[in-house]
């Protein structure tokens, strides 16, 4: 849920400083949202890797379960950090207008890089659980570079005199009707 809310704080938070034409406001927005982000997942990250024994427990007393599950924590706590970071990101395309393109890049790595990668980790190399779980690794890694790219590309000024200029048409749609 935290990652969820770390990407509708990016959206909403940027859109607004877009609407009062503060690009350098938006940008910084959006690295202060990176970093607490990032600082919430490794807060949360340090208390499962304290906690890693008791949870496990909970969940099983079978050693082999909690061998299978010690050997892809760390993987898992990384993927924990890629997501805060994917979020945060999605959420800002979400306010460049690119949400078409970032979700093709989702669906994209999902399809053609993560599915076959999976299988490849899992069974030819036969890395099982570890190569389940190192695929998506490798296809957020992507789809960080992917989303950096889409946000660096586009030009800041000009969405924001876009959403300037959709305001001002809204503002006077309501004053004719």
Same mark, same amino acid.
């Given at each position: 849920m935290v990652t969820v809310g770390m990407g509708y704080f990016a959206s909403t938070y940027v859109s607004l400083e877009f609407k009062?034409?503060?690009v350098v406001k938006a940008k910084m $927005? @959006? $690295? !202060? +949202?990176?970093?607490?982000s990032i600082i919430v997942h490794l807060i949360i !990250?340090?208390?499962?890797?304290?906690f890693v024994a008791p949870i496990c427990k909970f969940y099983t007393t079978d050693s082999d379960v909690t061998e299978i599950f010690n050997s892809v924590f760390m993987i898992w706590i990384i993927q924990h950090i890629f997501n805060s970071i994917l979020s945060v990101s999605f959420g800002v395309l979400r306010s460049l207008g690119k +949400?078409?393109?970032g979700s093709a890049g989702i669906? @994209?790595?999902?399809?053609v890089i993560s599915l076959p990668l999976c299988y490849f980790l899992a069974f030819e190399k036969q890395q099982l659980?570890?190569?389940l779980w190192m695929a998506p690794l490798v296809m957020k890694f992507i789809l960080i570079i992917y989303f950096f790219v889409l946000m660096g590309y586009d030009n800041w000024n000009k969405v924001a005199e876009h959403e300037r200029v959709e305001i001002e048409a809204v503002d006077f749609d309501n004053e004719l009707g």
């Open positions: 009062e034409q503060n $927005v @959006t $690295v !202060a +949202t990176y970093i607490y !990250a340090g208390i499962c890797f304290i +949400t078409g393109l669906l @994209t790595c999902s399809y659980i570890k190569g």
